[in-house]
């Protein structure tokens, strides 16, 4: 009974003091408020009629995607494409937002496959993986120390701590990480719970480097010097690497590897599936094997790729940007040190010639896009407007790639590789997709991606220097235009 009453009275004090707060307040006289009037009028323009019930009775009873897929465009699907680059097998990212690392190490693939004569070869991700975590981890910290005194609300600072153990990257991010640690086999450090799934792991060591930063402010607000700071850092860091090995596996500084060759007898049986390659390579005598070699992972990726990376330029297409021009987005890097992912900004036609010639010339090409829109997992296909959901609903989603971008609606989200392509006087009309989500999803792990979906939803391209004109190599040379850290697409593939 006493405590009704000292409830009454604290309710009473409560409306007492909230003298405006009305639950009943008529918001007629407010502009652009949902008043009652204005929801009269949108009922009252509202009909059920016969078109509107069997949208209705069909949408409630079957899945969205199923009743609006475009049929015309599945049937289109021929498997088809003129020009195709040989590879073998699938990979996998499983619950990991590593697309950037697997699409750029799934470029190389082919070539050790090919040059060495091997059944199926993949590099370890987990390896790349374990440094980029250990990098940005270090690039978070040396942030969190240049920006001792900002302000907790400033935009660059949400920023940060908003990449601070994501698993996203760029082509730059890959490129930095083997130049300096090399690249091993998978065999060598394969994949672990923590690298498929790394919700876990990256929530912990979020935490841990947050905690981290708490105290670097303190110190500094406590008067240390930034030698100070930086002890503290190497003391945050190597919790780090105990961590990270304890998740990963601690990466080799040198391994012994070796191989078992395709014989001429398999290199002509062009028939021959890939089960049954690896199958036979699996028998084959102990005297067809390479011999035992000490590689470290730098001499590994000499010897088994051999190719230069910084060979390879980022061509981008921003219809907000001016063509022909030099960009760059700020922190987009894995690697304190390091230069930002930077791009010359090119028209799509000129995006598609340039890539269209790189796999021609049977090399791989990088590529990131907004996966997110007009594709099927189940039926391996990225077409534009591949669900009709505007007559489903009666309602219009179309906007251009412009205002895609300027609506925070489009945006390079996923990386993956460009294998093939279908070209018919001289204009391509579909590509072969490489994917890293294994081969239970799109058509055994490849999608057809149709020409039209290029122009809506494909935002940069990475490829050899080769096969871009010489005017446009020169623009690299040109200071890079600067872009926040929150623009469009700059935080990276996931």
Not at 105 to 121: A, Q, S
Not at 159 to 164: F, G, I, P, R
Not at 418 to 424: A, I, Q, T
Not at 483 to 488: T, V
Request: aromatic fraction near 12%.
């Amino acid at each position: 009974m006493q405590f009704d009453k000292c409830l009454k009275f604290a309710l009473l004090l409560i409306a007492m003091n909230m003298p405006n707060l009305s639950f009943s307040e008529d918001l007629s006289s407010i502009p652009g408020a949902l008043s009652p009037e204005l929801l009269n009028d949108i009922r009252g323009s509202f009909e059920m009629d016969d078109q509107t019930r069997v949208r209705h009775n069909a949408v409630t009873n079957n899945k969205i995607n199923d009743l609006a897929l475009n049929r015309g465009i599945v049937a289109g699907k021929d498997g088809y494409f003129s020009h195709k680059i040989e590879s073998k097998g699938i990979t996998n990212q499983e619950s990991s937002g590593r697309c950037w690392m697997f699409a750029g190490l799934n470029t190389m693939r082919p070539r050790v496959i090919r040059d060495k004569k091997l059944p199926e070869f993949e590099f370890s991700t987990s390896y790349l993986q374990f440094w980029d975590k250990m990098e940005k981890s270090n690039l978070f910290l040396e942030a969190m120390i240049e920006m001792r005194e900002t302000d907790y609300l400033d935009r660059e600072w949400e920023q940060v701590h908003k990449w601070t153990m994501s698993d996203g990257g760029w082509w730059n991010f890959v490129v930095d990480l083997i130049e300096k640690y090399g690249v091993v086999p998978k065999d060598v450090m394969p994949e672990t719970q923590s690298s498929e799934n790394t919700r876990t792991m990256n929530t912990i060591l979020d935490r841990k480097l947050r905690a981290d930063a708490v105290t670097i402010r303190k110190m500094h607000e406590n008067g240390s010097n930034l030698k100070e700071l930086r002890a503290f850092k190497k003391q945050a860091l190597s919790e780090v690497y105990r961590f990270l090995v304890i998740n990963l596996g601690e990466p080799p500084t040198e391994f012994q590897w070796r191989y078992v060759a395709r014989t001429k007898e398999e290199d002509s049986n062009e028939e021959s599936s890939e089960s049954e390659i690896s199958e036979d390579s699996a028998d084959a005598k102990v005297d067809d094997l390479t011999p035992l070699i000490t590689y470290t992972p730098q001499s590994f990726y000499k010897e088994f790729v051999g190719v230069s990376l910084q060979d390879y330029v980022c061509l981008y297409n921003d219809p907000l940007q001016e063509f022909q021009k030099h960009f760059r987005f700020k922190r987009a890097k894995n690697i304190y040190g390091k230069s930002d992912m930077n791009f010359v900004n090119v028209p799509i036609n000129d995006l598609k010639q340039v890539a269209m010639q790189s796999i021609v010339e049977n090399e791989p090409v990088w590529f990131a896009a907004d996966v997110g829109k007009d594709q099927s997992s189940e039926l391996g296909i990225m077409g534009y407007r591949l669900f009709d959901y505007d007559p489903l609903f009666g309602i219009n989603t179309q906007i251009s790639r412009a205002d895609s971008l300027r609506m925070r609606d489009g945006g390079s989200n996923h990386a993956m590789a460009f294998m093939g392509v279908d070209v018919r006087d001289g204009k391509p009309l579909k590509w072969l997709v490489e994917n890293s989500w294994g081969e239970k999803r799109g058509d055994k792990g490849t999608w057809t991606l149709y020409d039209d979906w290029f122009d809506h939803h494909v935002y940069t391209i990475i490829v050899n220097k080769r096969y871009v004109q010489e005017d446009l190599l020169k623009v690299f040379d040109e200071q890079a235009t600067e872009l926040p850290p929150w623009y469009p697409g700059a935080p990276g593939a996931r």
